[in-house]
């Protein structure tokens, strides 16, 4: 099992530019989540899926978009990146219901310029 | 809002000394709590995980206890190692995990 993988590791953006960071598992895991990590701010959940086709805003979903046709797949998409944006994304998953550990991904680190 | 709170400031300890994490919630009742190691670079790790109806848990040297009184959960590490040294976060689980902001551990030789 190859776990939660995340592409890219490494991103750098201009303000204004879109892209996608990957996120997929391999464990068929219905629970699916994306976190933002800054510096005094912990983890903060950003959005999250409870199974194919259902998507859920977290804490700060705001300039982010996801969706989730598959159930191994669930990317993050910055539709107009902003300089708030920089921060290192977590991607994570486990098996639906309480009680039950969160698998974590490598994460992706971007900067916006 | 559902909040989980973790004393910021880092823990330095001596080796073979016990380590005492707290992590205190407000707002609501997690029917869970979560205990994560994060290494600088890398994402978190799951370590254990404690029922609301359970006062303590443990596995190996770590010990993790729950009271629903004081909204608290205390992670020890006994007979700790430089090893050990790392950011531990906590976590409460209903329906979504929300963490707090973790804690450093330094264990100096």
């Known amino acids: 099992n190859a776990g939660v993988t995340q592409t890219p590791k490494f991103q750098v953006l201009k303000t204004g530019q879109s892209m996608t960071l990957q996120c997929a598992q391999d464990m068929n895991h219905e629970y699916m989540s994306w976190y933002r990590q800054d510096p005094g701010m912990g983890l903060r959940l950003i959005h999250y899926?409870?199974?194919?086709?259902?998507?859920d805003q977290g804490e700060v979903p705001n300039g982010y978009n996801v969706s989730r046709s598959t159930t191994e797949d669930f990317p993050l998409r910055l539709l107009s990146a902003a300089p708030s944006q920089t921060s290192v994304y977590f991607c994570?998953?486990?098996?639906?219901?309480?009680?039950?550990?969160?698998?974590f991904g490598p994460g992706t680190r971007l900067t916006v310029l | 809002s559902q909040k989980i709170e973790q004393n910021s400031e880092a823990l330095n300890i001596q080796e073979g000394k016990t380590a005492t994490l707290t992590c205190n919630y407000t707002n609501y009742s997690p029917a869970y709590l979560q205990w994560y190691r994060q290494d600088p670079g890398r994402g978190p790790v799951f370590l254990l995980l404690?029922?609301?109806?359970?006062k303590e848990k443990r596995k190996e040297r770590l010990k993790v206890t729950f009271d629903t009184t004081l909204k608290q959960s205390l992670f020890h590490i006994t007979a700790s190692q430089p090893a050990d040294s790392a950011t531990y976060l906590c976590?409460?689980?209903?329906?979504?995990?929300?963490f707090g902001t973790g804690t450093r551990l330094q264990v100096f030789p």
């Open positions: 994570a998953s486990r098996l639906a219901g309480g009680r039950h550990e969160q698998f």
């Open positions: 899926s409870v199974g194919a086709g259902i998507t």
């Open positions: 976590a409460g689980d209903t329906d979504k995990l929300i």
């Open positions: 404690i029922r609301e109806n359970e």
